[in-house]
């Protein structure tokens, strides 16, 4: 299992396009994957859920991964959040 | 909605003849108004069925969602994108998936409602946040909630397709013309679609009489409404009258007679009345299309489409398992038979991810030269027909389409031999002698058919796209749409050129193209030499009859005829005169 800290970056935060391509990136590894804010856990696997995070920018995110992949899973899922998911 | 008494007289309600046959029957009429969901449960035993239901749905709607066409809406092009993505994405929330089943399995709640109660988890929590961005885009998840919703309720076998049914529907989709189909549904009317859409296709290739495009049926018709359904005129009667509904019944016991007749057809051997014979296969896009390919016993597949593959699949994950499937399904209905797979044919009228809104599409980057310009694509495609060819050596033939130059044709067959060698090194087994052939659409390739042929092992000849490219007709334009003649004098002369030049070559060629299935213009591919014609499965048994009662050389001597034409007016003579010679043997 890895846990990160990453804050969010974009002007807009997480909203339905940054949700959709965070959800579709998770779900391409076999690991679990958890964001744990300000107290709420979500799946990160679950568009759904990380709407319902509603983080907006600045939010302290702590991500986790566990499984066969977790490495790599955080690798690409904290520069996809650091990246601004390319939006900007 | 009640009907006056005004409404009670005939009217007459015309659209596209978008697949033929007649129904006789009541209409259901599905709106998209406000969904209604009740708070209801269901028994212990069929907690079970709630969850395939919901289930089988939720698959649906992700296949649906995926195979959408959204270069309709290209004015918002990227917008569209973004919520059709985070759509399936819903659709797809495991997250979701438990809640509901959860519903289902530990409340018993009925399907319907569990989707209402999970989702309404979410929307409470989002609409809370105050977050606009997410607020605007619930939106699009009520939405999804909704067409999940209906599906659900629309499932029910039984509570809406008794009897003798007709689906009239503002719009609908290729998943839903199989669902209505195997719930025994008799015809399906649509305010829009046009005559290219898969849903058409489906709906021929399954045998369910289809009008579309009728622009306002579903507002003209109310769920119970009498109707009759002519899907060969392109013509719905609401509330017909006595003798309007006597002429069509006897229209439909005449149906049936010939149907009849044609299965009696299939199992005759496929012979001409001199005795040679000839060989009518199936063209393929889909799954569910192979039962027809049994059912009426199509001697292979002669073209098997497999650019729906990439669009239910955007973003290729899977495709290698994907491809596996359709190709091993495809094999296995044709038993001893061949099937000719077609490399992906995409750009053009079929959308693309990264196409860039061409002025000109159908003189584009498509076919091989988007596969050439997409190698990983290209070798994806090829690895996992080299395999299936290698477990089933000789049943498997490649296509390439829109191909151009000879140079073309070269760099695949470079890529085969590679794609080959490395099979051979993994230990896998290969078919050394899988045959590669080339589609002859673009006239380039039909005038110098002599020369291709050496680096051929067959020619399949696409006269859909050949007509476009010889007359210079885009088929979907309607203003000069009646240009489009698949039969005009250059055609003929076209393929006269492309057969001859196999025969002395030793190559075969077939057609795959929509006027294989026409059986005068069967009659005269025959008499010109073409002895493999590839068509939609419900069109062999027509062909077939014409085919198995003429001489070879009376179809030689009806080639020779029409290849002495200048114009379509002679072309037409000769078909009028054909079809009344038949009229009289009969």
Same mark, same amino acid.
């Given at each position: 299992m890895i846990r990160k800290k990453v804050a969010v970056k974009n002007s807009s935060g997480i909203h339905a396009r940054p949700a959709s391509k965070l959800v579709k990136l998770a779900s391409k590894f076999k690991s679990d994957f958890f964001i744990y804010m300000?107290?709420?856990?979500?799946?990160?696997?679950?568009?759904?859920?990380?709407?319902?995070?509603?983080a907006e920018q600045g939010a302290e995110l702590e991500l986790e991964t566990s499984g066969p992949d977790e490495k790599e899973a955080m690798g690409a899922i904290e520069d996809l959040i650091n990246s601004g998911f390319d939006e900007e | 909605m009640e009907s006056t008494d005004n409404d009670i007289r005939e009217s007459i309600i015309e659209g596209l003849a978008a697949s033929p046959g007649v129904a006789i029957g009541s209409a259901i009429v599905i709106q998209r108004r406000a969904v209604q969901v009740k708070p209801e449960k269901v028994e212990v035993r069929q907690v079970d069925d709630e969850l395939t239901a919901f289930n089988t749905v939720r698959d649906g709607t992700i296949r649906d969602l995926k195979s +959408?066409?959204?270069?309709?809406?290209?004015?918002? +092009?990227?917008?569209?994108?973004? !919520?059709?993505?985070?759509?399936?994405? @819903?659709?797809?929330?495991?997250?979701?998936?438990r809640s509901v089943c959860k519903y289902i399995e530990k409340d018993h709640y009925k399907a319907d409602y569990a989707v209402c109660l999970a989702f309404d988890q979410y929307l409470k929590v989002i609409e809370k946040s105050g977050n606009q961005l997410l607020i605007e885009r619930l939106v699009d998840v009520r939405d999804i909630r909704d067409r999940l919703i209906k599906r659900i309720q629309r499932h029910r076998p039984g509570?809406?397709?008794?009897?003798?049914?007709?689906?009239?529907?503002?719009?609908?989709?290729?998943?839903?013309?199989?669902? +209505?189909?195997r719930d025994g549904v008799r015809a399906i009317v649509s305010d829009r679609g046009g005559l290219t859409s898969h849903a058409v296709i489906i709906a021929n290739s399954l045998g369910v009489p289809a009008v579309v495009g009728t622009r306002?049926?579903?507002?003209?018709?109310?769920?119970? #409404?009498?109707? !009759?359904?002519?899907?060969?005129?392109? /013509?719905?009667?609401l509330n017909p009258e006595v003798e309007t509904l006597e002429r069509y019944k006897r229209l439909l016991s005449r149906i049936r007679r010939e149907e009849e007749e044609m299965t009696r057809i299939i199992e005759v051997p496929s012979k001409t009345l001199s005795g040679e014979s000839f060989r009518l296969q199936a063209n393929v896009e889909f799954a569910e299309e192979l039962g027809n390919v049994v059912r009426y016993k199509a001697m292979g597949i002669g073209l098997l489409r497999t650019e729906a593959l990439l669009l239910a699949d955007r973003y290729h994950d899977g495709l290698e398992e994907m491809q596996r499937q359709l190709y091993k399904k495809s094999i296995d209905s044709v038993s001893n038979d061949i099937v000719t797979i077609r490399l992906f044919d995409i750009g053009g009228d079929k959308f693309i991810e990264d196409a860039?809104?061409?002025?000109? &599409?159908?003189?584009?980057?498509?076919?091989?030269? +988007?596969?050439?310009?997409? /190698?990983?694509?290209?070798?994806?495609?090829?690895?996992?027909?080299?395999?299936?060819?290698?477990?089933?050596?000789?049943?498997?033939?490649?296509?390439?389409?829109?191909?151009?130059?000879?140079?073309?044709?070269?760099?695949?067959?470079?890529?085969?031999? #590679?794609?080959?060698?490395?099979?051979?090194?993994?230990? /896998?087994?290969?078919?050394?002698?899988?045959?590669?052939?080339?589609?002859?659409?673009?006239?380039?390739?039909?005038?110098l058919a002599d020369r291709v042929a050496k680096y051929?092992?067959?020619f399949s000849i696409g006269t859909n796209d050949l007509t476009q490219y010889t007359l210079a007709v885009d088929r979907g334009n309607t203003r000069i749409s009646k240009l489009y003649q698949q039969m005009h004098p250059s055609l003929w002369s076209l393929i006269h050129m492309a057969t001859e030049a196999a025969r002395k070559n030793g190559?075969? @060629?077939?057609?795959?193209?929509?006027?294989?299935?026409?059986?005068?213009?069967?009659?005269?591919l025959l008499g010109l030499g073409?002895?493999?014609?590839?068509?939609? &499965?419900?069109? !062999?048994?027509?062909?077939? /009859?014409?085919?198995?009662?003429?001489?070879?050389?009376?179809?030689?001597?009806?080639?020779?005829?029409?290849?002495?034409?200048?114009?379509?007016?002679?072309?037409t003579q000769i078909m009028n005169g054909w079809e009344q010679e038949f009229k009289n043997m009969e």
């Open positions: 300000y107290g709420y856990k979500i799946n990160g696997k679950s568009i759904l859920g990380v709407m319902t995070l509603a | +959408y066409d959204i270069s309709d809406t290209s004015r918002n +092009y990227g917008d569209a994108t973004e !919520i059709l993505e985070a759509q399936i994405e @819903i659709v797809k929330d495991p997250d979701l998936h509570l809406h397709l008794a009897g003798n049914t007709v689906v009239v529907s503002e719009e609908i989709s290729a998943t839903e013309v199989i669902e +209505y189909a306002s049926a579903s507002r003209q018709i109310a769920t119970g #409404d009498p109707l !009759i359904v002519d899907g060969k005129r392109g /013509k719905v009667i860039s809104n061409e002025v000109n &599409p159908f003189l584009g980057w498509r076919g091989v030269r +988007y596969l050439l310009d997409n /190698k990983r694509l290209l070798d994806v495609q090829l690895k996992a027909i080299l395999e299936m060819a290698g477990q089933n050596p000789g049943k498997v033939r490649i296509l390439v389409p829109m191909v151009s130059t000879i140079e073309e044709l070269q760099q695949v067959s470079l890529d085969i031999d #590679d794609i080959q060698n490395q099979l051979e090194g993994d230990g /896998k087994p290969i078919d050394k002698d899988v045959r590669v052939g080339i589609m002859l659409e673009v006239p380039s390739m039909v005038l051929v092992d067959f190559v075969g @060629i077939s057609v795959c193209g929509e006027l294989a299935g026409k059986p005068f213009a069967a009659s005269v073409i002895t493999e014609l590839s068509m939609a &499965p419900a069109a !062999i048994p027509a062909v077939k /009859k014409v085919l198995v009662n003429q001489t070879m050389s009376s179809m030689q001597e009806l080639a020779q005829k029409v290849l002495k034409a200048a114009t379509m007016d002679d072309i």
